[in-house]
């Protein structure tokens, strides 16, 4: 399946930084697009997680907020 046509279907994105965030969005049914690498340093780089929510899944459903 080509790129374009996969990702016709995501409805929304999110990014993050954490590792344990991005694992909540998995466990409620999103879909890792892509893991980037960013330099922020001369010896420093971080991992930004990309997640996807597709239209088949029905309503988005996130985590619920730990600090409300």
Same mark, same amino acid.
């Given at each position: 399946m080509e790129a374009h046509?996969? #990702?016709k279907d995501v409805i929304e994105v999110y990014k993050t930084y954490s590792d344990t965030e991005a694992n909540k969005y998995l466990n409620l049914g999103w879909v890792m697009l892509n893991v980037e690498s960013q330099q922020s340093g001369a010896h420093d780089w971080h991992s930004v997680f990309v997640?996807?929510? #597709?239209?088949t899944s029905g309503d988005v459903s996130r985590p619920e907020n730990e600090f409300i």
């Open positions: 046509t996969y #990702f997640l996807g929510w #597709f239209r």
